[in-house]
């Protein structure tokens, strides 16, 4: 069978075997990960928004986890993971829990809420004040106005 990644292209042709993937993978989520990785040593550019969707999808199958083991599990790196977390923190999506005692690295585990992450945005950094400007009742295109001509005055530097 024929795989392909995300942009269309055979899994084959980017180094990526599929029975490969199918032996290395641990879990459902992580075969997802590699399948539309761009090749084998790149990361893919995900926003934090997909991270975050993918590491909600992780956790569905855990009962909680902490940063460390979503890094070893191989899902996504250290601050990748961390940004992902506090994201869905955030958001509602996962939840804190603290146990004292622990190890520093074992201290702060998280899990699902149930809460779904809300919809990305769809103009990421494109702000704009059209809404606030015809609140206030200022045009957006200000009109023409007509001259009827001009006058040039030279003052000149002799008496």
């Not at 702060?108 to 769809?122: E, Q, S, W």
């Not at 606030?132 to 530097?157: C, F, K, M, N, Y």
Request: glycine content about 6%.
């Amino acid at each position: 069978m024929n795989r392909k990644t995300r942009d269309g292209s055979p899994a084959h042709e980017r180094g990526i075997e599929w029975s490969e993937l199918m032996g290395q993978a641990r879990d459902r989520q992580q075969l997802i990960y590699r399948a539309v990785k761009p090749c084998a040593q790149e990361e893919p550019i995900m926003s934090t928004h997909e991270n975050a969707e993918l590491l909600v999808a992780w956790f569905r199958e855990r009962a909680s986890a902490t940063v460390s083991e979503i890094v070893a599990s191989g899902l996504m790196k250290s601050r990748t993971a961390s940004d992902a977390v506090q994201y869905a923190l955030r958001n509602g999506a996962l939840e804190r829990i603290v146990r004292s005692g622990a190890s520093a690295k074992e201290r702060v585990h998280y899990r699902t809420t149930g809460i779904a992450l809300p919809a990305p945005r769809t103009q990421a950094g494109k702000l704009s004040f059209d809404g606030l400007l015809s609140a206030w009742g200022i045009v957006l295109e200000p009109p023409r106005l007509v001259s009827t001509g001009s006058r040039t005055h030279q003052i000149s530097d002799s008496e």
